[in-house]
């Protein structure tokens, strides 16, 4: 298939809309997605809320849209996508960026999974090509990946990519009123290979 370059140079080999994994396909969350992602929440509480103090507060659709919207407003701001993570036919998890650092080029993600879709290697694949994005298609120089000491399942995306150990944010999260030292995951453009 022949692809065309644009005014924003050469044209790359994927947009983020809807893109295939190996086991599913990662789409731009919109807003008439907020029942599905309200369901994936409700379903997975004891599984997420303890890392994700942001679940905690989705109770309703309209929060889910509202969480949605937020991500849409990320993406006009400067082009990092809120995706949802199908598999199956069904919405099974997601990837979020927190707001792009400008002045130090970077940007930092974050995920999470149902149970049922996990151990696989699916959100592997998802950060994986969501680093190829940022690096091919937003021209940025570093992703950073923040995760809790303790959570090893998360620790295990970005170790399993090649990130490299940057240091450890000594207590420098509180939930639930316990201080949680925060692993610090980096990934320069000029050291990415894709390994999946
Ligand atoms: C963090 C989270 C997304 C990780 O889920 P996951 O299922 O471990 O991640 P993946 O889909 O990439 O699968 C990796 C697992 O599949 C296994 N696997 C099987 N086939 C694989 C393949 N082809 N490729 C890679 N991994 C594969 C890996 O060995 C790994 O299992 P292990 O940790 O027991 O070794 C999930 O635990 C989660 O949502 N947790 C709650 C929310 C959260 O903590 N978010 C992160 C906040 S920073």
Sequence with gaps: MVVESDDRGPATSFRLFAHPLPAGELRLLAPYDAPAFLALIDG?????????????ELRTVADAAGFIARGTQRYADCGAPWVGVWSGGALVGGVLFW?????GNHIELGYWLARAAGGRGLMTDAVATLVDYCFAE???NKVVIRCAATNLPSRGVPERLGFTTEGV????????????????????????????
Excluded: C, Q
């Excluded at 707001?99 to 002045?103: F, I, K, R």
């Excluded at 944010?169 to 894709?194: A, C, Q």
């Design 138 to 140: 937003l021209r940025l």
């Design 99 to 103: 707001p792009l650092d400008e002045m």
């Design 44 to 56: 997975e509480r004891e599984h997420f809320e303890p890392w994700l103090p942001w679940a905690r």
């Design 169 to 196: 944010l000594r207590e420098h999260f509180i939930l639930d009123g316990t201080p949680l030292d925060l692993v610090f995951y980096g990934m320069l453009r000029s050291e990415w290979k894709n390994p999946r």
